[in-house]
């Protein structure tokens, strides 16, 4: 009688949910923290590329180093990707040659940008 009333204690045991082991934690995906964005004005040495592009548009920077009049110089990507959030008038950007546009980019890439544009001339492709 007493197995029986063991066995019977262990079956109940089994189904009760406060006798049962906790389930394990849930663990939650790691994200990696977004990297803030800032707004970056970079002056595009073809003004009629700039005018082609809007708001939104994703576009890849490059930096050529050498002269306007097409001496042979390095090129590089200096930011690829980036989104254009901004493309003021014309008639807002004429110093200096080229056009202004504001990409939204991270704040070394801005550190970046920043730089080329003082060594290089800066084009732009869409993506």
Known sequence: MTAAAL???GAAGASDP???PPPPPVRKAHRPAPVP???????IADAATVRLLR???RVDVIAAAGSPTGDSGEARVVASGVRVAEVP????????GGALVVLSVPRSTAAALAGAGMT???AVTLC
């Open 7 to 9: 066995a019977a204690a």
């Open 18 to 20: 406060a006798a049962q």
């Open 37 to 43: 964005l800032v707004s970056a004005p970079v002056r």
């Open 55 to 57: 708001p939104g548009d």
């Open 89 to 96: 008038q014309l008639s807002e950007t004429r110093s200096g």
């Open 120 to 122: 290089s001339q800066l």
